[in-house]
């Protein structure tokens, strides 16, 4: 078989979450089973960077972007597929959009981890719901598969008319999450640690009341990961993220957690959150939004909570209960072996994008 040629557009550089855990992790992989792969970032890893530290944007520099990614996509007639995540041009009209793929001449695949749709559909503003509203439909339809993380993007990719939608859950490199202890000595405080960016760290004012009951009872910490949110009345450290230090910082946890509200948007979450929880073999605590709650088998793997009250219970109870601690992070691990490991998933994206690209015969299946 001659090897694939795939030209991978993703949102951003390696900074940007989205486009580390839906792409470049399972680049690897993908080179190991024959595909010769080109990735070509909209949005560099900077933009990332003064995007969480609330700065400014270069407008000049996302306007060079976007003639960069014209400019490699007119350019792209010698691969055979493009594998893109969400959209190749944000907030561009759709035809014009899908015009420049036309004009490439190579089928695409169209990667959501999110609802963006409802980005769109949802804006405040009229002419953006009328310019836009049914930007991602359309995209999804031109495209000659469409990739999912979620059930509920799935729906809707099937509600736009789409006859080839593929389910693949947002998944962990579990070689990166060895089975460790806790570093902190059990005499020590507890802690329930949260692992986010400044984008969703308002999230945590959910559970604010609880933490505060939860920390004062049991002396225990909130340690946020990624996020310099302070939370009145709660004890909290502070980490920086980084792919290096994700399995130290979380082998600090005792408890992880996931607090959304229940919008349109955070059930198209692919809960990527509590799969690193999980694969870190930390019982967790998550509203019962989306996917949560098919991440999260109530009472096995951890517990949901959507009111104050059943949050404090929960945190409540698995701070109190060293045991049940260990046996429910034991339990998630499992799971995220079985389901949410690139192991599993890779093989499955290596098949679905060369079925996109028209070439047969699925990828063997080895380990990424």
Not at 59 to 85: G, H, K, P, Q
């Amino acid at each position: 078989m001659n090897p694939l040629r795939l030209l991978v557009l993703t949102r951003y550089e390696r900074l940007g979450s989205s486009s580390r855990v839906r792409a470049y992790q399972f680049l690897p992989f993908l080179r190991s089973q024959g595909f010769d792969v080109e990735v070509s970032a909209l949005l560099s890893d900077d933009y990332v960077i003064r995007l969480y530290n609330g700065l400014p944007v270069r407008v000049l520099d996302v306007a060079a972007s976007y003639i960069t990614r014209v400019r490699r996509v007119m350019n792209a007639s010698s691969f055979n597929l493009l594998w893109i995540e969400k959209e190749a041009l944000p907030w561009v009209p759709a035809a014009w959009e899908l015009g420049l793929l036309s004009r490439a001449g190579v089928p695409f695949v169209a990667d959501y981890d999110d609802a963006v749709f409802h980005a769109y559909e949802n804006h405040r503003s009229p002419f953006v719901r009328w310019m836009h509203g049914d930007r991602i439909n359309r995209i999804m339809r031109g495209a000659a598969a469409v990739v999912v993380g979620n059930p509920y993007i799935r729906a809707r990719a099937r509600v736009a008319g789409v006859g080839n939608v593929i389910e693949l859950p947002s998944v962990v490199d579990l070689e990166r999450y060895p089975e460790t202890e806790r570093q902190a000595p059990e005499t020590g405080r507890p802690v329930v640690g949260w692992m986010g960016s400044p984008a969703t760290d308002r999230f945590l004012e959910i559970v604010a009341e609880p933490l505060r009951a939860i920390c004062a009872r049991h002396d225990a910490r909130l340690l946020c990961v990624g996020s310099a949110r302070a939370l009145p009345g709660v004890p909290v450290l502070h980490e920086e993220w980084s792919e290096e230090s994700e399995s130290r910082v979380l082998a600090q946890m005792d408890v992880g957690i996931m607090p959304l509200p229940d919008t349109p948007f955070t059930r198209g979450k692919c809960g990527y959150k509590l799969i690193q929880y999980m694969a870190a073999r930390l019982p967790v605590v998550a509203s019962p939004v989306g996917v949560n709650r098919n991440l999260v088998e109530h009472g096995v793997t951890g517990l949901l909570a959507d009111s104050a009250a059943e949050w404090e219970a929960a945190l409540d109870t698995l701070l109190g209960d060293r045991t049940l601690r260990k046996t429910m992070g034991a339990a998630g691990r499992r799971v995220v072996e079985r389901q949410y490991s690139t192991a599993v998933v890779a093989p499955l994206l290596a098949a679905a994008l060369r079925a996109a690209a028209g070439q047969a015969g699925p990828s063997d299946g080895s380990r990424a």
